[in-house]
């Protein structure tokens, strides 16, 4: 079983409400000993944890360019899985896709799974290439995410969208400069949101592929907003759409 490293409280916490027995060790910097670390600390040796001391600079090799927060856990890999092919034949009326096109850093990938894990999605879909994929940064981000959102990753994203129409799913990517506002699209049936990254945007062969293009309506000076907090938007008008704006 392949381990990976989850970084920060929020992933390391995630993993420990989900499958405490999944994480070998748990490594945290001993001079941090404010209340967090010690209710941290205190939760772990009651799950049966093995807690061992690092210093920051070790953490630093463990979880290198990631926030760790003084808390670091080596832990079996469990990222939720799905093939492009076994998508296409789960599809259903139900079906509420995420779609990300060039998102290549690693915070605001992680940070997307976690609004599409919120929002009930059944997959982020993503290319093999110009994208980030899974790392500490990532799993930090996702604070737990990744374990219950499969990231499906395909060679050709055009191509991709083409058979997901074909299914019956409704593709629409987001463009600042689009005629339609996200709210005048109907998407209690199989539907799917396209995101670029926050200044590039949509490829144009991706727009091209796209059943439409809508604009989250923005009335302030700022012209664009980071792919998560559009994500986030934008599927839960889908959520509010299909649950009639009532909770669960």
């Known amino acids: 079983m392949k381990n990976i490293v989850l970084a920060g ?21 001993p001079e941090r000993r404010d209340k967090r670390m010690r209710e941290m600390r ?14 920051n600079r070790r953490l630093d090799g463990m979880a290198p360019d990631v926030p760790h927060q003084g808390i670091v856990a080596m832990a079996e890999e469990k990222q ?14 139900d079906t509420l896709i995420l779609i990300l096109d060039g998102v290549t850093d690693p915070r605001n990938f992680g940070a997307c799974l976690r609004v599409a894990d919120a929002a009930g999605v059944q997959c ?16 930090k981000a996702a604070a737990g995410a990744a374990e219950t959102v499969p990231v499906v990753t395909v060679t050709n994203l055009a191509a991709s969208i083409v058979e997901l129409r074909d299914a019956g799913v409704t593709v629409v990517g987001t463009a600042g400069e689009a005629t339609k506002s996200i709210y005048e699209f109907d998407q209690k049936k199989a539907f799917a949101w396209v995101l670029g990254a926050e200044g590039d945007g949509l490829r144009q062969l991706t727009r091209r592929r796209c059943d439409d293009l809508a604009a989250i309506p923005m009335a302030g000076a700022v012209e664009s907003l980071n792919v998560s ?8 008008e889908s959520v509010r759409q299909r649950t009639g704006g009532k909770l669960k």
Do not use: N, W
Request: with cysteine; glycine share 4%.
């Open 124 to 139: 982020v879909l993503v290319p093999r290439d110009r994208s980030a994929h899974m790392s500490p940064a990532a799993l």
């Open 42 to 55: 205190e939760k772990l040796i009651a799950a049966g944890v093995r807690v061992m001391t690092a210093d």
């Open 80 to 93: 939720a899985q799905l093939e492009f092919d076994e998508l296409l034949d789960l599809i259903t009326d």
């Open 229 to 236: 907090v559009a994500s986030g938007i934008c599927l839960y």
């Open 9 to 29: 409280f929020h992933a390391v916490g995630a993993r420990l409400r989900m499958d405490p027995k999944s994480i070998s060790a748990v490594y945290l910097d």
